[in-house]
């Protein structure tokens, strides 16, 4: 691929010999991960600023592939276009160097070309005179340098991570590129897929089962209770309250007792001092 002016790209340009783009310091960095709903439907989540900036693109790309009906091709073009150029700009302001935000746009653009040219209006229309890739990197067909690219970058997984995770998104939401055609391509591209798939997982390490690891809390030694009382003290007290209270009730039950009594008290002595009269 040459320069406009002719000339080869530079040695440590990934894909593109564009010059570096201008960098915008007041523009919002807020995308987010949305392969598959639309933007106002995601949530706050990104594996990377890469994939962050690329999610309206890849959200496109799912919805154009869904979509049964037609569409007018150069709206779209227009649309796509703008999406691209708002990437670029988004990738460059969350610190992405330039090289790797121009390799993810030919990605990008191979991915949406794709897109459209495999639905039933898009391969009977004119896309392939307005297609992305042509419009941006004057190439018409990236199926093919796209795996070129994906072998180059896993050679070096550590320092390529975040386009390997952009890629491998591309592969999950479908695109095929070289593989299309092939008899068996769907079965080597899966192995790509999956080969991916471990390296990525590889470099991240593996998710932590728990829920909360940390569920159990402190694991120190006992807590010391408030009050440090001996059990003799304790058992003397109990004893100290039973026997208060026996007596509380023996003088309650004796008082009562009396009182029960006191009516027969007087009849009782009658009949003493009546007997004692009729003996003498």
Not at 193 to 218: F, N
Request: glycine content about 8%.
């Amino acid at each position: 691929m040459l320069s406009h002016n002719g000339q080869p790209p530079a040695a440590d340009s990934l894909l593109s010999d564009a010059g570096a783009t201008p960098r915008y310091d007041e523009l919002e960095a807020r995308m987010v991960f949305a392969a598959r709903v639309r933007p106002a439907e995601s949530f706050s989540v990104s594996l990377n600023p890469l994939v962050a900036a690329a999610a309206p693109l890849l959200s496109e790309a799912v919805r154009i592939r869904s979509n049964p009906h037609g569409e007018d091709l150069h709206a779209l073009q227009a649309q796509l276009g703008a999406a691209i150029r708002q990437f670029e700009y988004r990738a460059l302001q969350d610190g992405v160097e330039s090289a790797q935000v121009m390799a993810a746009r030919y990605v990008l653009c191979s991915v949406l070309d794709e897109a459209v040219v495999t639905t039933p209006w898009g391969v009977a229309g004119e896309w392939s005179q307005l297609s992305l890739l042509s419009g941006f990197h004057n190439e018409t067909f990236g199926g093919e340098k796209v795996f070129q690219l994906l072998e180059r970058l896993a050679r070096n997984p550590v320092k390529h991570l975040a386009m390997l995770e952009l890629l491998y998104l591309c592969l999950a939401l479908g695109f095929e590129g070289r593989y299309r055609v092939l008899p068996r391509g769907m079965l080597e591209l899966e192995a790509v897929r999956d080969g991916l798939y471990r390296q990525i997982r590889q470099l991240h390490g593996d998710v932590p089962r728990e829920l909360s690891p940390h569920w159990e809390g402190l694991t120190g030694g006992q807590r010391r209770p408030l009050f440090n009382v001996p059990a003799w003290k304790v058992a003397l007290a109990a004893v100290a309250c039973l026997g208060v209270l026996y007596v509380s009730f023996a003088w309650a039950l004796g008082a009562q007792r009396d009182h029960a009594l006191q009516p027969y008290l007087g009849t009782d002595a009658a009949i003493e001092f009546s007997t004692q009269s009729g003996m003498k």
